[in-house]
Nanobody, 123 residues
Framework: QVQLAESGGGLVQAGGSLRLSCAAS????????MAWFRQAPGKEREFVAG????????FYADSAKGRFTISRDNAKNTVYLQMNSLSPEDTAVYYC????????????????WGKGTLVTVSS
């Protein structure tokens, strides 16, 4: 079992920035793909950003490209999501997720999930 714990959510004004963190209590953290998803009220959980196990290749949803940056620090067993130029449309619960063998970025593929951290962007 991989335990994931998100932090860094909160209230921010439009145009501002936040950095989310996800700490994994797993020594083999470097063998997992990591991703961020989000779920707004009344909507399905959607992919935001992902990073591969090796070579740190990154992938982004169209809504995140140019504004969000995913990164990982394997020495700290932590993945980050830097969010810039936030808008009210980014308001959601953000979830950290992990798997080892998936080949697409979908909520149906990820094996492990954190409990989420709430991001609220005001006008």
């Amino acid at each position: 079992q991989v335990q994931l714990a998100e932090s860094g959510g909160g209230l921010v004004q439009a145009g501002g920035s936040l950095r989310l963190s996800c700490a994994a209590s797993e020594r083999t953290f470097s063998t997992y793909r990591m991703a961020w998803f989000r779920q707004a009220p009344g909507k399905e959980r959607e992919f935001v950003a992902g990073i591969t196990r090796r070579n740190d290749m990154t992938f982004y949803a169209d809504s995140a490209k140019g504004r969000f940056t995913i990164s990982r620090d394997n020495a700290k067993n932590t993945v980050y999501l830097q969010m810039n130029s936030l808008s009210p449309e980014d308001t959601a619960v953000y979830y950290c997720a992990a798997d080892r063998y998936g080949n697409r970025w979908s909520k149906d593929v990820m094996d492990y999930w954190g409990k989420g951290t709430l991001v609220t962007v005001s006008s």
